[in-house]
Every structure is written in C-alpha cells, then in structure tokens.
C-alpha cells in the first residue's frame, strides 16, 4: 500500500513541531508544507514550501494538519474538506460556535475524518491516570483539578487563555471523568494590557455531580501542568511535562484515640509514582490520526468533542462576564 500523502498547514511552533514528526510516521510522505510567511527558519528543510492552501491541496493530500491561528480554522477546514482532506485542527477547534458547526456540517457532508488537536489526551500519565480510574483504583471520584500556568508566549494573538490553554483541562476533565460539565463558575482578569483575558478561575460542575477547578493563566514565571483526581481511595496525580503518575493513598489512622481520629480527616497511606512507558504525546496523536484515515480504528478527539470543549469555554467566559454560575448547554452534534 503506498504511503499517505500529508501536508502542515502553518509553521509556529505546533506546526514545526508536527514537521518534524511527519518526517518520521511510518506509512506517511510529507510532501509539503504551507505557510503565508514562507519559511525564513528554515524549518522545512527539504519539504516543498507553499504559501496558499490552493498550491498546498494541489500536492495531492490525504491528509492534513491545521497549526494557523483559531480565527483561521473554519475557512482552511472548510477548503480542505471541500478538496477530500481528511484533517486535524489544532485546539480550540474554532473561534466560535457557529464556525465550529460549520466544518462539522463540512467534513461530515464529505464523509472524511476531521479532529481535533488536543495533544495532552495522549500524554502517557493522563493515559495510565484513566487506565486506573477505569479499573475503579480511586473508587467514587469526588473532585478534579487542573493546574496550568506559566509565561505568555507571543504565538497565541486571536483569543484568551481559556481557549488557548484551558481548553486543554476542560478537554482532559471531561475524558477522564467521563461526564459533561454542565456548569461552570469563572473569574479571569487582563494583567498584560491585552484585549484577551490572561488569567482565570474555574470552577466546573459535572452531570454526576464531580465538583472541578481549574487554574490558568499566562502570569507566572514557572511552568506548570498537573492534573489531580481525587476519590473515595486516594488521588492520582499526573504531571503532564514529565509524564509522571503518582497515587496518594487514603490511609488508615492507627490511633486509638477516638478524638483525633474524628479532626484529622483522612490519613497519609502509601505513596507511589509508578513506572510507565513515556511516548512523546505528539507522535501518539499522529500515529492515531494516521490509523482513523486509514479506517483502522479512531483513536481521536473528534470535532464534536472539540465542539463540546468550546461550548464550556464560552460559558466560563460569559460566566466571567456576568458575574455568576452559567449553564452549560447539553447540545449533542454530530460527527
């Protein structure tokens, strides 16, 4: 069978990084790359360079990966589905909602594949973390936590922190739970003198009654990605840079003091941060892009999914806006 024939749409820093990815899939060709700034860094190498998403389709693709600003998502998804694309848009899937029904009215209309770049579902700690919540390790879960923050980065100009990265945790928080979130509770603020918001508080409430926060923004001068999901058992604990996955277990008090027993709450058991395999997240995600053209399974973020992430999204921000708990609508969509 010949080799599948992909094409990156964009050279920031995702883009780069799914270059030099496609370089190397097995069972895939990178016959060339676009972007309207050309490729100054030399990123490209020796992959054919475009500056249009006509001469790019006209390389013949299979298969395609959209790494352009969000407010470009919908009119470069909508000429590649129209072309017989299949494509991944990195997150958030659009700029709004309507734009987001549109390339899911698109691509299912042309029957092609069509997801969604959240890289962090193949992170290999959140992959063991769900593993083990699904073998009912934590029993009940009670609550989800998320924690992502660090320094801004200049690449992001077209929307706020709670759709460039919060729209990770929502994601992660509903896949490992398992449950929409059907309300949410924000605050943001504007620090850096942006039109976009640059930090956020968001407290998130599941249909089976899981209580979520999450913290985000682009202020703090260290890096931070963890996720915690605590339950009857214990918490899991996944650091998504270094792809550790600690339990904490609940212990038992030893005490025969009934008392202190009763104001101590839970008690410090076992800790263990376990050895798991550590693929990089991004070649997971390509390899499962890879697999969903080829009919071999969909082991992706599909763009309804994607659809759901934005909807939570625009609900914290008119959360924050007004000033109260909003409810978040349970539109089912296609695929």
Known sequence: MSALRAGILGLGQMGRNHVRVYRELDGVDLVAVCDVAADP??????????QSVEELIAFGLDMCVVAVPTASHVGVGLQLAQAGVHAMIE??????????DQLIAGFDKA?????????ERYNPAIRAMRDRMAQGQLGSVFQISTRRQGPFVGRVQDVGVVKDLGTHDIDLAMWLVGEPI??????TAHRM???HEDLAAITSRFGDGVVGNHLVNWISPF???LTYVTGENGCLVADTITADLTYWANGESSSDWAALRHTRGMQEGDVIRY????????????????????GNGADIVTLAEGRTVLEVAEACLRSAELG?????PQTTVGN
């Open 275 to 294: 050895a798991i395999p550590k693929p990089e997240p991004i070649v997971a995600e390509a390899e499962a892009f890879r697999e969903a053209v080829l």
């Open 41 to 50: 860094d030399g990123v490209a190498s020796d992959v054919p360079v475009v």
């Open 111 to 119: 029957g092609l594949i069509g997801c969604v770049g959240h890289v």
């Open 182 to 187: 059907t309300a949410v509770s924000a605050r």
């Open 223 to 225: 890096k931070e990605r």
């Open 193 to 195: 003198g942006r039109e």
């Open 91 to 100: 997150k958030p899937l659009a700029h709004d909602l309507v734009s987001a």
């Open 324 to 328: 109260m708990t909003v409810d978040v």
